[in-house]
């Protein structure tokens, strides 16, 4: 069913954000009464994010076992698998070759630590974003050949690749690609490429398109061990503890923004459970210098555990998020997370300064359907979170450039639901625009020439901006339910968590609460929105929008007649600060009740 026909709700057809508010699934106004049911909330989630009524069960509580495919229907998954094989049982020597963020940490972790229990102590090697780039040089793989490595595995990058992966071929080492961007018809050469994403896939292998590339390698682990088992390698030793890494691919998964639904969500919900025994050293030492009191939640592996691991590759040294994750000295790992603390601070101050130069650039650029920001000197590891900052700023996909010294570009970019910005990135690609190029629906990046960069920009707004205008057109803000401010109890959060995990793809439950006046509303932090609302029930509460005072809602709310009654809709989480946890709203949108 089409958003557009379903009703709106309590009559909102243009919000403080400019949003018509309707029903995700079916009308959940409980107004004066409490939650009740938890199980019937949780299943009426699932159903308004499409689970089909006899299907409802497995979502409920999704496993591995239910949610798992064979490994077998990838294109070259064998063939990796038994190559692989074939270097354990050969004792050759194994590179694990990953990218710098967190999904090619995790991936890079996953297979070293499999080998590990497999008896084979693997190198890695992880190149310098600054010095490398994105991706497999071909000198690197060279270097690793001769210094000899006899057969390389890249994690989180290699799809297009081909250059780099020709000059592997002719050095005569062997090369495993497990990825899961976009790729091109022609493929790179390889002794195997495994990815979903390929354009030759069957259906259900193409169906887990949405995995990151550490669900991939988790795939390729399942591959190796049962490809091992056939061989007999089990006969005197211990089979590896699959379940064991699945800390690392939830953690992963989250942090590379890979959409939650299907085979992601039982890779997350169970990967949590991992992670909260704490087996592994390094994620151990990563909680705890996260200031995590508790179990991680979904979350936290995006804001709190990921950049942390990222802020190594970003702004620090690439190698500390694997060297972390590896680790089996509990003072090693504590010293590595709070390095890559302190990263993440760096990170911050570096990021906030580029931001603000970035965004002082868009005054100009109000009639763009994409935005593509550049300047000589920023700082290349954290251009993809200002393009992520700046998308969700103004509801457009945008790409971030930092141009060097020698007038290259490197650029990241983030994208909203409906429009495709890997795939245009290799079309930009192919169209002699760009040096470099590729990524997925959501994130892509890009190596650009200075003198190309007005062309490119030009191009890729006339390209996408149908797909913008078409996802801009009936702006909606989707609620799962509505209470008055009485029934947003912690008890209601657990009832909307069992629904989870959450993320992409899987979006949160978005509660309406009203309607409320304010009691007090003011800024905190640099531009954080908090205030206290009580409704006609008697009952107050506490909300907070974040990075939203120089908003339209914001400036809204701040100035808002003291009087005038409002219904507020956001995510409600737990507030954990005080004597008794408490609900709080984490404020979305707002709209005039009067």
């Not at 290699?158 to 020709?166: F, K, Q, S, T, V």
């Not at 691919?249 to 942090?255: D, F, H, N, Q, S």
Request: one cysteine or more; charged letters at 25%.
């Amino acid at each position: 069913m089409a958003t557009t026909a379903l009703p709106k709700v309590f009559g909102v057809s243009q919000s403080l954000t400019g949003r018509a508010w309707r029903w995700r699934g079916g009308n959940m106004d409980l107004g004066q009464g409490h939650f009740g049911d938890g199980e019937a909330i949780a299943r009426q989630i699932l159903l308004a994010r499409g689970v089909a009524p006899e299907d409802l069960s497995r979502h409920l509580t999704p496993t591995l076992r239910e949610f798992l495919p064979d490994p077998s229907e990838f294109r070259d998954m064998d063939v990796a698998a038994d190559r692989i094989a074939q270097a354990v049982l050969g004792k050759e020597r194994i590179t694990i070759y990953g990218d710098y963020d967190v999904d090619g940490a995790t991936s890079s972790a996953l297979l070293i630590r499999l080998l590990r229990d497999l008896g084979v102590e693997a190198d890695y090697y992880i190149p310098d974003r600054l010095l490398e780039g994105y991706g497999p040089s071909g000198e690197a793989l060279v270097k690793l050949a001769e210094s000899g490595s006899s057969l390389i595995v890249t994690v989180d990058c290699g799809a297009m690749a081909h250059e780099a992966l020709a000059m592997a071929s002719e050095a005569g080492v062997d090369v495993i690609v497990v990825d899961h961007h976009k790729c091109s018809p022609d493929l790179p050469f390889a002794a195997a490429l495994v990815n979903p994403n390929r354009l030759d896939e069957n259906d259900l292998a193409a169906s887990h398109g949405h995995l990151a590339a550490v669900g991939v390698a988790f795939l390729l682990a399942i591959a190796l061990v049962r490809t091992l088992r056939k061989q007999g390698y089990f006969a005197a030793r211990k089979e590896p503890d699959l379940m064991a890494l699945l800390d690392v691919v939830a953690l992963g998964t989250v942090a590379d923004v890979a959409a939650l639904h299907g085979l992601n969500r039982a890779f997350v919900a169970q990967g949590l459970k991992i992670m909260a025994r704490r087996d592994n050293i390094g994620m151990a030492a990563l909680i705890d210098a996260s200031r995590l009191k508790r179990a991680p939640a979904c979350s936290d592996l995006g804001f709190a555990l990921g950049p942390r691991i990222n802020a190594g590759g970003r702004v620090g040294e690439s190698t500390l998020g694997v060297r972390l994750l590896t680790t089996q000295d509990s003072e090693e790992a504590r010293q590595i997370a709070a390095q890559l603390s302190s990263l993440n601070e760096d990170r911050r101050t570096i990021e906030a300064d580029v931001q603000q130069q970035a965004e002082d650039q868009l005054a100009s650029q109000h009639n763009r359907a994409v935005h593509v920001v550049f300047a000589r000197g920023w700082h290349p590891g954290v251009i993809g979170i200002v393009a992520g900052r700046i998308k969700e700023k103004t509801g457009k996909p945008s790409l971030v450039i930092a141009l060097d010294e020698n007038g290259e570009g490197k650029g990241s970019g983030r994208s909203i639901p409906g429009v495709d910005l890997g795939a245009a990135i290799i079309r930009a690609r192919e169209e002699g625009l760009l040096v470099k190029g590729g990524g997925h629906a959501m994130a892509a990046g890009l190596t650009v020439a200075e003198d190309r960069l007005e062309a490119f920009s030009d191009w890729i707004d006339a390209h996408l901006e149908g797909p913008v205008s078409r996802a801009g057109e009936n702006r909606e803000m989707l609620l799962d339910l509505a209470v008055a401010p009485g029934g947003l109890t912690p008890e209601l959060v657990e009832a909307l968590e069992a629904g989870g995990p959450y993320g992409v793809g899987w979006p949160g439950p978005r509660v309406a609460v009203g309607p409320v006046r304010l009691v007090k509303c003011d800024i905190v932090g640099t531009d954080h929105v908090r205030l206290i609302a009580s409704g006609d029930d008697g009952k107050s509460f506490k909300g907070i929008a974040f990075r939203a005072a120089e908003s339209d809602m914001g400036q809204a709310l701040l100035h808002a007649s003291k009087g005038r009654r409002l219904w507020l809709a956001g995510r409600v989480k737990i507030d954990d600060w005080g004597s008794r946890p408490q609900a709080e709203l984490h404020l979305e949108d707002a709209a005039f009740a009067d």
